[in-house]
């Protein structure tokens, strides 16, 4: 297997605060960016059913085709994903091979994201601060390494996240949650 992403999902709570926190932590803010992913269905093969999922993101002038594995039992969202990135002119020529091999988009989640990095118990953490339209704030925290690493990762996150005081927390992808398909 190759990278693993393990992250967790909390609701956002005051945007200003959670800031102010990540600044104390020394974190590093990245730029925030606007980011539309379209998911796709697989023709044969129900990726709800198989907690899969296949998206097309596009954020800026950088479009990324991300397959993503099924997620392990576990408190955080652990799951295998594979990406490739492909330049932004073939981004209709890609979406007509999809739509021939019979797969057909689902939705499109739309997000603003402010992205921040820190090192935190031994690991180099992404926080992610999202507005997701038609959802609401929320923040991922994330950490990719390989099979080893992951029960320090998910150690991490669970300590970040009680560090910054965030306590709604969810395995649920926004596409689950937008779909209205969230089981927690």
Do not use: C, N
Request: no cysteine; aromatic share 6%; net charge negative.
């Amino acid at each position: 297997m190759g990278q693993m992403e393990v992250e967790l999902k909390f609701a956002a709570a005051d945007r200003d605060q959670l800031q102010q926190r990540l600044r104390e932590l020394a974190a590093r803010p990245g730029g925030t960016i606007s980011q539309a992913d379209e998911y796709y269905a697989h023709p044969a093969r129900d990726f709800a059913a198989t907690d899969e999922a296949l998206r097309v993101r596009a954020e800026g002038v950088r479009r990324v085709l991300t397959y993503k594995g099924p997620k392990a039992a576990a408190a955080v969202k652990i799951r295998e994903e594979i990406e490739a990135e492909f330049a932004a002119e073939q981004e209709s020529d890609l979406k007509r091979i999809l739509q021939q091999l019979g797969f057909r988009s689902v939705a499109v989640v739309a997000k603003t994201r402010q992205s921040w990095t820190v090192e935190f118990s031994g690991q180099r953490i992404q926080v992610e601060v999202d507005e997701v339209e038609r959802l609401g704030s929320f923040v991922e925290i994330e950490v990719v390494t390989d099979s080893t690493g992951v029960a320090a990762a998910e150690a991490a996150i669970w300590a970040l996240a009680q560090e910054l005081q965030l306590t709604q927390a969810s395995r649920a992808s926004y596409l689950a949650l937008l779909l209205g398909q969230a089981d927690g």
